[in-house]
């Protein structure tokens, strides 16, 4: 029997999902019962004799209980207000926070608000995301602005079953996402904020001018990548870097997680051990690998607070305190024990971030990473050897290690980016094998150094070794990404096929000897589990656009409006998009609507994409009559043949996708899959 202090966080997490998996929110007394339970579960396993299979069952159910019950009480302390929908245009004036990532539309803000016009302050949210127009001036973190916007709730999932983004924002503090119709523009006179947010501010706009520095001293090209690097700002990456970065597997370079706090820790480590060993008088007298460990630890909760502190760093700086932290109290600090530890503390924080794809990939990579090392064989040391055939071996160790490393590290995160992303890079084990020496022994240290020289005016060395190890890198990246099928897309699996792929790799990892390997087809569960058909069409949750399918393809029917989800949709059902003449050879379309053309198009199915009655009242007619599908974004009366889906039917049930039957049409909504939840409501 295996022990129990590795599946611990296992049973926490599977707890945590269940709450998340739910269709409608429990009460919050329900989490205070489900703690008392645990407490006494745990209480009868310590002091009864109960047999070590049922003390094991006992200790994983209370955990299970307990991460249920923290999940439900995250919810509660983190529920605010979320902006209602159609509000029309509002004027708003607030704080801004920081400089949230690009996203389709431009550059975005995240703002504190004072005050949204036509909400009273306790329908206020307490964050908003603001896409700013694309000739707007970024204002820095701690500035009072006003501008006029469109304002709404998150956004759904772009299609049933898909990722929900409102259920992460829920839990980031977003209550409301939109888009500025005027400049923004800054108030001189504005109340104080309060203390917690103002040291917010404060620390984002020391990163904010930190990136601003980095980019000007190396240039957009490598120094973009570089600001996203040290301060987790991306607004300055160009958009063709992070499509290369992309399709060569290499994009986990941009977002501050694990690798970026490892290296940091690791190369602070070295450097402080080698510094201690250095110093006869001090190697003498103080333990290296403590004091060592010790800056090892400064320097990732200092990393932390540089990067702004989001949820990937939060967990990867959790991580590696955790190493450091085994060395400061004589404990190994690569092991699976360190691990569940560090991941228990995680959930217990942040239980949503069990249904996160930054988290399953995480810690599936590093457990399968952990395991690996465990289990890698240690040769004895030859003595005397000549120091050329020592270099050799160790070049073929190092060579062999690394193959290793990326190989069951893809493989780890191979399901994860294929449910959640559904596309998969080709050669993204060459790409990393290439960049992993340039990224660990040049670029990061030499960022890490830079960032803390520029603000004295000394950067200019690291961050030129650096900017040569960048461009290296966007080199390889554009090379692999260019190859030909360096992509692959795939559909995504059934929905039970990831957690059972998660729960296989933790087997693979966790358990010990050959029944390990009962874990194997679970892992294999996403990559081999047949896929379900296509639906037949897509309409989004407002019903702004349609696509439907045609073979291997996506036909988007207004593919200049809500691309992004368009996109999503046609990548998680395996399907490549469409060019516009595939339409145009289908469909009759102008900017308000499409229409089948009665000879050739399959599905049958019309699209009005305005809520003007005009418009509607003149074209719906028409429709009806050859139409097998009207989809309507206004309100409009039924079909008297034609099945037809209206404004109301989007604002109850979000976006939809249609199969066509031998009975009519069947219809899967995001709504029915969501629930009636506090971020789906």
């Known amino acids: 029997m295996q022990t129990t202090s590795l599946w611990a966080p296992v049973a926490f997490g599977g707890g945590a999902a269940v709450y998340l998996a739910l269709p409608g929110e429990p009460l919050a007394i329900v989490a205070f019962m489900l703690l008392g339970?645990?407490?006494?579960?745990?209480?009868?396993?310590?002091?009864?004799?109960?047999?070590?299979?049922?003390?094991?069952?006992?200790?994983?159910?209370?955990?299970?209980?307990?991460?249920?019950?923290?999940?439900?009480?995250?919810?509660?302390?983190?529920?605010?207000?979320?902006?209602?929908?159609?509000?029309?245009?509002?004027?708003?004036?607030?704080?801004?926070?920081?400089?949230?990532?690009?996203?389709?539309?431009?550059?975005?803000?995240?703002?504190?608000?004072?005050?949204?016009?036509?909400?009273?302050?306790?329908?206020?949210?307490?964050?908003?995301?603001?896409?700013?127009?694309?000739?707007?001036?970024?204002?820095a973190p701690g500035s009072t602005v006003s501008v006029k916007g469109m304002i709404n709730a998150p956004p759904p999932p772009a299609s049933p079953g898909s990722y929900d983004f409102a259920r992460d924002a829920f839990f980031d503090g977003i209550g409301g996402v939109g888009f500025a119709l005027t400049p923004v523009a800054e108030i001189a006179a504005a109340p104080s904020p309060p203390w917690r947010l103002a040291l917010q501010m404060k620390i984002n706009a020391i990163r904010w001018a930190l990136a601003k520095r980095i980019v000007a001293e190396m240039g957009v090209e490598s120094g973009g990548l570089a600001a996203?690097?040290?301060?987790?700002?991306?607004?300055?990456?160009?958009?063709?870097?992070?499509?290369?970065?992309?399709?060569?597997?290499?994009?986990?370079?941009?977002?501050?997680?694990?690798?970026?706090?490892?290296?940091?820790?690791?190369?602070?480590?070295?450097?402080?051990?080698?510094?201690?060993?250095?110093?006869?008088?001090?190697?003498?007298?103080?333990?290296?690998?403590?004091?060592?460990?010790?800056?090892?630890?400064?320097?990732?909760?200092l990393?932390?607070?540089?990067s702004g502190a989001p949820s990937p760093a939060e967990r990867a700086a959790i991580t590696a305190g955790a190493a450091f932290l085994a060395i400061l109290v004589d404990r190994r600090a690569i092991s699976l024990h360190t691990l569940a530890i560090a991941a228990l503390v995680i959930l217990a924080l942040q239980p949503e971030a069990v249904a996160q794809p930054g988290f399953q990939m995480s810690f599936a990579a590093t457990a399968a990473l952990v395991a690996l090392a465990e289990a890698w064989p240690r040769p004895a040391k030859e003595i005397n050897t000549p120091w050329p055939i020592r270099a050799v071996q160790a070049?073929?160790?190092?060579?062999?290690?690394?193959?290793?490393?990326?190989?069951?590290?893809?493989?780890?995160?191979?399901?994860?980016?294929?449910?959640?992303?559904?596309?998969?890079?080709?050669?993204?084990?060459?790409?990393?094998?290439?960049?992993?020496?340039?990224?660990?022994?040049?670029?990061?240290?030499?960022?890490?150094?830079?960032?803390?020289?520029?603000?004295?005016?000394?950067?200019?060395?690291?961050?030129?070794?650096?900017?040569?190890?960048?461009?290296?890198?966007?080199?390889?990246?554009?090379?692999?990404a260019g190859l030909p099928g360096s992509q692959r897309i795939f559909a995504s699996a059934p929905a039970w096929t990831l957690p059972a792929a998660f729960v296989g790799i933790l087997w693979l990892c966790l358990w010990k000897g050959p029944l390990r390997w009962l874990g194997l087809p679970l892992a294999l569960s996403v990559w081999l589990c047949p896929r379900p058909p296509a639906p037949d069409a897509w309409i989004s949750a407002d019903g702004a656009t349609v696509a439907v399918r045609r073979g291997d393809q996506a036909v988007l029917l207004r593919p200049d409006a809500k691309l992004f989800a368009a996109e999503l949709w046609a990548r998680r059902r395996g399907l490549s998009v469409a060019s516009q003449e595939a339409r145009d050879a289908?469909?009759?379309?102008?900017?308000?609507?499409?229409?089948?053309?009665?000879?050739?198009?399959?599905?049958?199915?019309?699209?009005?994409?305005?809520?003007?009655?005009?418009?509607?009242?003149?074209?719906?007619?028409?429709?009806?009559?050859?139409?097998?599908?009207?989809?309507?974004?206004?309100?409009?009366?039924?079909?008297?043949?034609?099945?037809?889906?209206?404004?109301?039917?989007?604002?109850?049930?979000?976006?939809?996708?249609?199969?066509?039957?031998?009975?009519?049409?069947?219809?899967?909504?995001?709504?029915?899959?969501?629930?009636q939840r506090p971020w789906s409501r």
């Open 395 to 480: 070049l073929g160790v190092w060579t062999a290690a690394s193959i290793g490393v990326s190989f069951v590290a893809g493989l780890a995160t191979g399901p994860f980016a294929m449910q959640h992303f559904n596309r998969v890079s080709t050669f993204g084990l060459v790409a990393n094998l290439l960049t992993a020496p340039i990224s660990s022994f040049l670029m990061m240290p030499a960022l890490a150094v830079g960032a803390v020289l520029a603000p004295l005016g000394l950067g200019a060395v690291p961050l030129a070794a650096a900017d040569v190890a960048i461009d290296t890198m966007n080199l390889i990246a554009s090379w692999v």
């Open 37 to 139: 339970m645990a407490g006494a579960m745990l209480l009868v396993s310590s002091r009864l004799n109960l047999g070590r299979a049922a003390t094991v069952a006992l200790v994983l159910a209370a955990f299970a209980l307990g991460g249920f019950a923290a999940a439900k009480l995250r919810t509660q302390a983190v529920r605010a207000p979320i902006a209602p929908a159609g509000g029309g245009v509002r004027l708003i004036e607030g704080f801004v926070v920081d400089v949230a990532s690009p996203g389709q539309g431009g550059a975005r803000l995240v703002i504190a608000p004072i005050a949204i016009s036509g909400l009273a302050p306790e329908a206020t949210p307490i964050r908003i995301r603001i896409t700013l127009r694309d000739d707007d001036a970024l204002p």
């Open 228 to 301: 996203a690097m040290i301060t987790g700002h991306e607004a300055f990456v160009p958009r063709e870097q992070v499509e290369d970065l992309r399709a060569s597997g290499l994009a986990h370079i941009i977002s501050i997680s694990g690798l970026h706090m490892a290296i940091v820790g690791g190369f602070t480590f070295a450097a402080v051990r080698l510094g201690v060993a250095a110093w006869p008088w001090a190697a003498l007298r103080v333990s290296s690998k403590k004091l060592a460990a010790a800056a090892g630890l400064l320097a990732v909760l």
């Open 586 to 675: 289908g469909y009759d379309c102008d900017r308000w609507s499409c229409a089948p053309r009665q000879a050739i198009a399959d599905p049958r199915i019309a699209a009005i994409f305005t809520r003007r009655v005009s418009t509607i009242e003149k074209k719906q007619p028409l429709f009806c009559q050859w139409a097998e599908v009207v989809v309507v974004r206004g309100d409009a009366p039924p079909c008297p043949a034609a099945l037809t889906l209206t404004a109301a039917d989007f604002a109850r049930g979000g976006s939809a996708e249609l199969y066509r039957t031998a009975a009519g049409w069947r219809i899967v909504w995001a709504q029915d899959l969501r629930g």
């Open 303 to 306: 990393y932390l607070v540089i």
